[in-house]
Antibody
Framework: EVQLVESGGGLVQPGESLSLSCAAS????????MHWVRQVPGKGLVWVSR????????NHADSVKGRFTISRDNAKNTLYLQMNSLRGEDTAVYYC??????????WGQGTLVTVSS | DIVMTQSPLSLSVSPGEPASISCRSG???????????FDWYLQKPGQSPRLLIY???NRASGVPDRFSGSESGTEFTLKISRVEADDVGVYYC?????????FGQGTKLEIK
């Protein structure tokens, strides 16, 4: 069974940093692109970042470019999102998602990030 | 960015009745490999989103055949032949042709 388990969310102040992790199991993690998608509670889905199989290719939404970095450790079957210079508008549930060839096939349960003073 | 426009934004349907949701993309989503990079997702209350339809019309694993997807150019339609109580939630369309991947605003389906 495919499992994606996010961790690392919490309450931080504006300008601070936070690192999210996503532990993957039940599939060949190193063979898939991976994504982060976020959702403000009660609002819609917003794509954040993606990374290719070996970690050499990454893309980020303009709203997080230069502040967020997606990375992965295939030996640990883990996806990461380093979030710096956090803003109030980054408050959201962050989902770790596997890519099954241009489609977001498996989603984690999400981890809530709250940016507030 | 490719804009995805869904309609309606809310829908109330009686059990056993059909339902239809539309999504329009701002440009063609046809990839050079011949696939249309367009998906439908359902987020049930309190849950993470789940893939329903990919490449415009292919049902994901485990999705009942009551759900079907179709496309005509940049217009996409999700149809539920007979709505059940378990179908409640918010339906999102999404394009995966290019980054940033973009979602529609979501359509909330309720049962009458």
């Amino acid at each position: 069974e495919v499992q994606l388990v996010e961790s690392g969310g919490g309450l931080v102040q504006p300008g601070e940093s936070l690192s999210l992790s996503c532990a993957a199991s039940g599939f060949n993690f190193r063979s898939y692109w991976m994504h982060w998608v976020r959702q403000v509670p009660g609002k819609g889905l917003v794509w954040v970042s993606r990374i290719n199989e070996d970690g050499r290719i990454t893309n980020h939404a303009d709203s997080v470019k230069g502040r967020f970095t997606i990375s992965r450790d295939n030996a640990k079957n883990t996806l990461y999102l380093q979030m710096n210079s956090l803003r109030g508008e980054d408050t959201a549930v962050y989902y770790c998602v596997s890519d099954l060839g241009g489609r977001l096939g498996n989603w984690g349960q999400g981890t809530l990030v709250t940016v507030s003073s | 960015d490719i804009v995805m426009t869904q309609s309606p934004l809310s829908l109330s349907v009686s059990p056993g009745e059909p339902a239809s949701i539309s999504c329009r993309s701002g440009q063609s989503l046809l990839h050079s490999d011949g696939h249309t990079f367009f998906d439908w997702y359902l987020q049930k209350p309190g849950q993470s989103p789940r893939l329903l339809i990919y490449w415009g019309s292919n049902r994901a694993s485990g999705v009942p055949d009551r759900f079907s997807g179709s496309e005509s150019g940049t217009e996409f339609t999700l149809k539920i032949s007979r709505v059940e109580a378990d179908d409640v939630g918010v339906y999102y369309c999404m394009q995966a042709l290019e980054t940033p991947y973009t979602f529609g605003q979501g359509t909330k389906l309720e049962i009458k």
